[in-house]
């Protein structure tokens, strides 16, 4: 228990360095934006223009996206609603995020799990050209910290279950 009071006041300190309460119009709207892209639109749009395009291992790519899709979705309902982790606007008094939180919930970031399991889904199927889908999925799990809606443990602990959650999947579908 001790570890994890540890590592409880580290996430928050590490919180309070990186979260600032005031940001540009510019950079607050690039930050929604890297936000809202780790919402799921992409992981039906890429798929599906892959599937569309007729590109080498469009089927593979399908399959392991909605497998892994609908496991996450399940393991993070679970262990969010399980764990029940308020989000830093309820439990720092006078904290204002800055952008919308899609639940009540902190842990873990939906938007980071669902952002690593479609970087991790593309490596598998296509290798090293989709390793820049790992920066994206770092800048949208940065983005939920820096709006002020999930702590920076609770994205890593989403990098973790999404990643996971893919190679699984793909381990299951016979792709790795």
Known sequence: MEVLNFLEDYDRQLFARLFKQRASRTHLALLKLLSRSGEGVLHAL???????????????ILSLILLSFALERCLHY?????????RPQSA??????LGPASNQFSFPSGH?????LLATSLVVVYGAPALFMYV???AVAM?????GVHYPGDTLAGAFTGSCTALFSA???GLI
């Open 143 to 147: 983005s939920r910290v820096l709006l």
């Open 46 to 60: 890429i798929p599906l223009a892959i599937w569309q395009l007729q590109l080498p291992g469009s089927e593979a």
């Open 171 to 173: 381990t299951l579908l």
């Open 92 to 97: 720092i008094p006078g904290l204002r995020s």
């Open 112 to 116: 980071s799990s669902r952002a690593f």
């Open 136 to 138: 994206w999925a770092a």
């Open 78 to 86: 679970c262990l969010k609603n399980t764990l029940k982790r308020p």
